[in-house]
């Protein structure tokens, strides 16, 4: 399988860190560093365009380092079969200390997902289950 990449940023093309990684680094492109404030949040360009195989959904996944270390997220991390604009990663400062991005960091992963695009059926009733309505956490708390 192939992903088409037009790259206009200043960096090389994505890349996997090991032959067993499962995403794909993705890097700032940047003119100048952005500080990113406790409990702030940033759209972070790519300067990549990229043309996924029809039936696939790219998503933008944080950098396990970046998360436990510095507590930095992605949010929303979609990309649509498609979507051909410039790919940006939605940054999280979770963290109690400024947050600086330089161009050309590592700031988030992209994983190729399989989708299936199912039909709606509108129903009265849905077929009842020992969980039911339960939720957020009606299953139990993890200790």
Do not use: W
Request: with cysteine; aromatic share 6%.
């Amino acid at each position: 399988m192939n992903i088409k990449i037009v790259n206009k940023s200043q960096h090389d093309s994505p890349a996997y860190a090991t032959s067993q990684s499962a995403g794909l680094d993705l890097r700032a492109n940047l003119t100048e560093s952005i500080s990113l404030k406790p409990l702030g949040r940033t759209l972070v360009k790519t300067g990549l365009f990229i043309e996924l195989p029809e039936g696939y959904e790219a998503q933008v996944r944080p950098r396990s380092g970046l998360a436990y270390k510095k507590f930095i997220d992605v949010l929303a991390g979609v990309v649509d079969y498609d979507y051909r604009g410039n790919v940006g990663v939605i940054l999280a400062n979770f963290g109690d200390e400024d947050f600086e991005v330089k161009k050309g960091d590592r700031i988030a992963q992209m994983i190729l997902e399989r989708i299936t695009t199912p039909e709606c059926v509108e129903v009265e009733d849905l077929e009842a289950t020992e969980r039911g309505a339960g939720g957020f956490g009606s299953t139990g708390v993890s200790k």
